[in-house]
Each structure stands twice: as C-alpha cells, then as structure tokens.
C-alpha cells in the first residue's frame, strides 16, 4: 500500500515546480519553494475541505507560497540575474531573445504573472478563478490584459 502523501507528491511535483520556475526564473529557488509547498500542503492535508481539486488547492499554496518569498525578497531589494543555465541553451540570438522575454515578463505584476503562468501551464478558466480567489470572467479579462501589457512591453524593449 502506498501513501497518499507520496502519491501527491509524485502527482504534482513537476507541475508545482514548473510553475514555481516560471514565476522566480531560478531553478534553485524553484526547488525550495516546491519542497516548501509540499510541506505546508502535507501539514495542511487536514484543512482541505474538498471544496476544490487537489491540484487546485495545491496551486493555491505554491502561489502564496511564491509571493511571500517574493515578497521577502522585495524588502531586501535583492536584485536576480539570469541564471547561467541560459549560456548552455543555443545561439546568442536565442539567447538575447530568452533575456528579453524574462526581462519583459519581469515588468509584470504578480497578478499577470500568475495568470500567463496559470494559462500557459493548462488550467482552466474555473480552476484558475478558483486559485486566485477571482471570478471566472475577471480571470478571462485579466489574461487579455495581461497578454496585451506582455506585448506592449516586449515590443518598447526591441526598440531599445
């Protein structure tokens, strides 16, 4: 018989982190924040009422599990750099382009990083309303949104 615990584990860990990855853009603190997130989730475990999937409230922890380091690292104006796992990755034109593109994604909220990340990583319109405490169609103007401010952004940074 197998644990439960060790089947959520293995159920969600690549997604969690993914997620967690794109968010932070390093794969260390990646790692930490999803061993992070699987702990407060096991501790949890009793105070999840079913009222949501799994995975769902799972995301939910991962996000403010996200924000609170983000945070933390706001306050000490601590200043990330790309990781030079970018140098490994191909010609110098993708990687200019890569740059540019978290550069780009760096200038936008919280809220719009979520929801790209969210979207890009196959959550549902309901599922994502559900993490973000949101309704659905606030959820579907906010992707829009959050799309067109990307766009804005990357296009002023070509010109640079």
Known sequence: ???P??????????????????????????????HDTFIKAFKGLGRFRGESSLKTWLFKIARNTYLNEAKKISQKNEITYAEPELQSRGTIRN???????????????????TLL????????????ADILGQKEGSVKVGIHRAKKKFKKYYLEGEGE
């Open 1 to 3: 018989m197998t644990d």
């Open 5 to 34: 615990l060790e089947e959520m584990y293995q159920a969600y860990k690549d997604s969690v982190f993914r997620y967690l990855r794109n968010m932070c853009h390093s794969t260390t603190t990646a790692e930490e924040l999803t």
């Open 95 to 113: 990687i200019e382009t890569e740059l540019m593109v978290r550069h780009t994604f760096q200038k936008l909220t919280e809220q719009e990083k």
């Open 117 to 128: 990340v969210l979207r890009e990583q196959g959550f549902s319109l309901n599922e994502m």
